[in-house]
């Protein structure tokens, strides 16, 4: 029975017999050294070598009770974990997760031993640190005014381990679920070929998935690989950390910044500027339309002219943005007349000009206009007269007549989704952030171009401001997450070098781009999907950080959609969440556990035969039950989880317990913002 039972939450009996032992030792190494005469009935040397046998035995005895003392006190409370930001492990080959170890079917038993109500009593704080807690609640007030109090209050409160009435630590959950591994934790690496798997973080909010990810991305850094982080509430802890790593790795030069809510630190960032294939750009901005229902087909139409205006804009040597895409939309006549003439001139007869101008000063041409280009551009009009009376074909140039042709009050209902959104994103400073004039040499802001990035190895930090506008940080956190898939799929085929000359004229491997979505809910879309499974290899190496299952069903609205996500992330991090169905996208991939729980019997027989001497029997039995497929983790264990821990499965779908070291403040960290702007202005050459 011994076997299958840890058998330590009971009082240490052993210091009993350890005590006794040393006392006789004692006794018996006392009388031998000093020439008195022996207590004991033996020569001295046997008195000496029976002496030291007790005190072997004694401390023996004196260990395992200590044993016992200890393994319950690491059950009320777990021995703090911090380190300085500097001393942070990292590795070439692995990934430092924090302190952990691997869970197993011990772990569970021992779980279920512990939480038998039985031995609850022996894993309560005690009464002095009851007595402890009841004067820091009573004296609150009257410790403001007398410091003799206060200092006394401040004594009891510190985290000092001379303090034996310390308060415990703030982190909620069950501490039992690391307490009961606690003997067999080590530091916990991820081999960072697994990392090629991707990485799903979930918890709900404030349990610790942005500490998380300062531990992530300051490994990242210190590699020397490119970090992107895509950062929708723009926590300025997590962009002041990232910049005390960029200055520790000296890679200050490398570190940018794109952040919606402070425009003027912020380098400036075309969601749209480039692509492999123009198509991307109508989707990119169609895709943060609604989707569902009648709104389906007003998508559509408005992927169609955003597909039509980016054409023309790129035939005439421009690039697509967030400014000339609406202004096109709302008024195609310009940009109709623009590519007409582009195109007439190289296929039309050199006296194109002279006709159209003649028809323009028509009267009688005049009237006979179609009743839709009553009103418009009469330039325009001449031009798609010329160019449809001559039987022309191009694809463009049918796509603008289309637009012009269009009956003006039924085409602005086509567009009316549309227009706002594009009106959000080209609003204030945000919209000279995300449409940058390329020929405005006096904005010394730099753009940022993925291909250099990545290329450079480089540091970015996104913050997109959602709590201040989450329509847009939608919009453009989706809109960047297609750009950098467009991006994956040119490093898939030509590399990151296409294009540049190298040392030995082959096609280079791509560098290692890792890729950190916090609040993956709030920019998830459809091409994450395909980022996930074929950015591999492109060097991608995504993380994403989210709260819930229902999370990426609402975001890509779809259950299916996020099922099939889900099946791309091989490596999943939990911490605590709040829904069970969460939780079992964990416990649903685990084997099952043998639990062994010990009942006790007790059973008395009367005998009613008066020639019997035997008047009853008593009978009392301890019984081992099995339970051979209890859960290896349960959904409640996950929702119980204290702040800062989390069970990893990774590594071919082991499962590990682990917690993260408590954050110290980096003195490498700016103090505020204003900090990094002069920095960064320093480096664009402007003016503070």
Request: charge should be positive; aromatic fraction near 10%.
């Amino acid at each position: 029975m011994a076997n299958y039972f840890d058998n330590r939450l009971r009082r240490a009996w052993e210091f009993g017999p350890a005590l006794v032992h040393l006392s006789v030792a004692g006794l018996l190494l006392w009388t031998w050294p000093v020439g008195r005469e022996p207590a004991w009935p033996l020569p001295p040397d046997l008195a000496r070598q029976f002496g030291w046998a007790f005190v072997a035995i004694g401390l023996w005895r004196a260990w395992e009770g200590w044993q016992i003392v200890r393994y319950r006190r690491r059950l009320r409370r777990l021995p703090r974990f911090s380190a300085p930001a500097r001393y942070l492990p990292w590795s070439r080959q692995g990934l430092y997760l924090g302190r952990g170890f691997e869970w197993g079917q011990h772990h569970v038993q021992r779980l279920v031993e512990a939480r038998d109500p039985k031995v609850r009593r022996l894993l309560e704080p005690g009464r002095l640190y009851r007595l402890a807690r009841g004067f820091e609640r009573a004296s609150e007030r009257a410790s403001e005014t007398m410091p003799w109090l206060r200092r006394l209050r401040d004594g009891t409160q510190a985290q000092r381990w001379w303090n034996p009435v310390r308060p415990l630590p703030d982190v909620g959950g069950d501490g039992l679920l690391h307490g009961v591994g606690l003997e067999d934790e080590h530091p916990l690496w991820m081999n960072l070929k697994a990392r090629q798997g991707h990485m799903l973080v979930l918890g709900t909010t404030g349990v610790g998935k942005t500490r998380l990810a300062e531990l992530l991305v300051t490994q990242d850094i210190r590699r020397g690989d490119c970090v992107i982080v895509i950062d929708p509430k723009g926590d300025l802890d997590l962009l002041f950390r990232m910049w005390a790593e960029a200055v520790r790795a000296d890679k200050l030069d490398k570190f940018r910044i794109v952040h919606l809510g402070f425009p003027e630190i912020s380098e400036r960032y075309n969601p749209t500027g480039r692509f492999n294939r123009i198509t991307e750009v109508a989707t990119r901005i169609a895709n943060q339309l609604p989707g569902e229902g009648n709104s389906a087909a007003f998508r559509e139409f408005a992927w169609r002219f955003v597909n039509t205006v980016s054409r023309a804009l790129v035939a005439l040597g421009g690039k697509p943005d967030y400014r000339a895409i609406p202004r096109y939309v709302t008024d195609v006549d310009p940009l109709l007349i623009d590519y007409f003439e582009h195109w007439l001139d190289r296929n039309a007869p050199a006296d194109w000009r002279t006709t159209v101008t003649q028809a323009e000063r028509d009267p009688e041409w005049a009237k006979r206009l179609p009743r839709q280009h009553q009103g418009r551009d009469r330039h325009a009009a001449a031009l798609v007269w010329y160019y449809r009376e001559h039987g022309y074909y191009d694809d463009v140039c049918e796509g603008l007549k289309g637009i012009f042709d269009h009956d003006k009050a039924h085409y602005d209902k086509l567009t009316g989704n549309l227009l706002p959104l594009m009106q959000k994103l080209t609003t204030g400073k945000v919209g000279h952030l995300l449409a940058p004039d390329y020929g405005d040499t006096a904005d010394k802001r730099p753009i940022l171009e993925w291909d250099k990035v990545i290329r450079g190895q480089e540091i970015v930090y996104v913050g997109l401001d959602a709590l201040t506008d989450s329509e847009v940080a939608d919009a453009v956190g989706a809109t960047m997450l297609a750009d950098l898939t467009s991006m994956a799929g040119h490093l898939y085929k030509h590399g990151a070098f296409d294009g540049l000359p190298t040392l030995s004229g082959d096609r280079q491997a791509p560098p290692i781009v890792n890729l950190h979505t916090d609040e993956l809910s709030r920019v998830v879309g459809p091409e994450y999907v395909p980022l996930l499974n074929m950015a591999r290899g492109a060097g991608f190496r995504v993380t994403s950080y989210t709260q819930s299952k229902k999370d990426l069903e609402a975001g890509l609205g779809s259950v299916a959609k996020a099922g099939q996500l889900l099946d791309n992330w091989n490596n999943i991090v939990a911490m605590r969440v709040r829904t069970e169905e969460t939780a079992k996208l964990i416990t649903d991939q685990l084997v099952s556990a043998r639990v062994f729980t010990r009942i006790d019997e007790s059973r008395e027989t009367d005998n009613n035969d008066p020639s019997n001497p035997v008047d009853f029997q008593a009978q009392n039995a301890t019984r081992v039950s099995e339970q051979p497929k209890a859960d290896l983790l349960s959904p409640a264990d996950l929702i119980r989880l204290p702040v800062g821990q989390a069970f990893a499965l990774i590594d071919g779908g082991r499962l590990y317990k682990v917690r993260l070291p408590m954050a110290e403040r980096d003195p490498l960290e700016p103090k505020s913002l204003k900090d990094i702007g002069a920095r960064l202005r320093e480096r664009w050459g402007t003016a503070a």
